[in-house]
Nanobody, 121 residues
Framework: QVQVVESGGGLVQPGGSLRLSCAAS????????MGWYRQAPGKERELVAT???????NYGDSVKGRFTIPRDNAKNTVYLQMNSLKPEDTAVYYC???????????????WGQGTQVTVSS
């Protein structure tokens, strides 16, 4: 009933930029936090960035100053703008949305399927 779908991954050269999108759809009343995590081969899932419904952001130390996380509440969509990409940014990027179905209920976290980002020359 609810889908969270990422798009925009791919291959980019070091120093380049890439923009990921993540759209939530279905019977949604509202969305609290949205965000991005990533997981590289052989490593644990790592926080990339989060954003609240009123626009407060939080970034992982490894991406501060290079990535931003804009959000369009009208479209139930969050983006990840990645600049000055490094080979160590190579990973599968997962987005999530904390979704409410009514004003009375708490939120439930839904994850996307992941999108591959590869930074290589």
């Amino acid at each position: 009933q609810v889908q969270v779908v990422e798009s925009g991954g791919g291959l980019v050269q070091p120093g380049g930029s890439l923009r990921l999108s993540c759209a939530a759809s279905g019977s949604i009343y509202s969305i609290d936090n949205m965000g991005w995590y990533r997981q590289a081969p052989g490593k644990e899932r790592e926080l990339v960035a989060t954003i609240t419904s009123d626009g407060r952001t939080n970034y992982g130390d490894s991406v501060k100053g290079r990535f931003t996380i804009p959000r369009d509440n009208a479209k139930n969509t969050v983006y990840l703008q990645m600049n000055s990409l490094k080979p160590e940014d190579t990973a599968v990027y997962y987005c999530y949305a904390d979704i409410r179905f009514t004003w009375q209920t708490g939120s439930t976290r839904y994850w996307g399927q992941g999108t591959q980002v590869t930074v290589s020359s």
